[in-house]
């Protein structure tokens, strides 16, 4: 779709961690969870570097059927390993985890993987804001998705935090109290 703003797959990286960091805090803080807040950011950092071999496919044909997101899975580890292949050897065990989602790690790929739906919403309703009509379906389409899986931490982030993406620099100073 056509943007006002580009995104590059670092920008969103970093917006990916900030808000999975956001998400285990709310988790930990107010419904009794127990996530390593850095971890997440970490691995939030890396959730993405694949693309740098795949390049990003539109979540729409990324999901059409369970046939292609298998396959595309697929792909996504044979990436991830030739990655790892090209560090140093003595790096490798280092960047595995970081790269290549483990059991143990579940729980945090969860809340990643949420981050990353929120953050596409957020970018619908940047979008929007900008005056770019092109961002409503995939944002109601988005707003569902995210719904669907939300926990209580996803609810607490999507109203406390999410409407200021869609203000203008004004109306966010208003909001603050010092």
């Known amino acids: 779709m056509r943007s006002t703003q580009k ?10 961690a900030v808000v999975a960091h956001a998400l285990a ?21 890396y959730h993405d ?14 999901y059409f059927n369970p046939e292609i997101r298998n396959t595309y899975k697929t792909i996504e580890k044979y990436a991830a390993n ?3 292949g090209s560090l140093p050897t003595d790096f490798r065990e ?5 790269l290549i989602e483990t059991k143990e790690d579940k ?10 739906k929120i953050c596409a919403y957020i ?15 995939a944002e109601k ?18 109203e406390t935090f999410v409407p200021s993406f869609s203000k203008n620099i004004d109306e966010m100073s208003d909001d603050i109290r010092v």
């Open 7 to 16: 995104e590059n797959v670092q920008e969103h990286s970093l917006q990916v």
């Open 107 to 116: 729980d945090l790929w969860d809340l990643i993987k949420a981050s990353d």
């Open 94 to 98: 280092d960047y595995s985890p970081l």
């Open 49 to 62: 570097a694949t693309e740098v071999l795949t390049g990003d496919l539109p979540t729409p044909v990324k």
């Open 123 to 137: 970018k619908c309703l940047e979008e929007r804001a900008a005056g770019n009509p092109e961002f409503a379906a």
């Open 25 to 45: 805090l709310i988790k930990n803080k107010y419904y009794g969870g127990a996530i390593n807040v850095e971890r997440i950011a970490l691995l939030s950092l």
């Open 82 to 84: 030739q990655l790892l």
């Open 141 to 158: 389409t988005l707003l569902k998705t995210i719904e669907s899986v939300a926990t209580p931490e996803i609810h607490y982030f999507l």
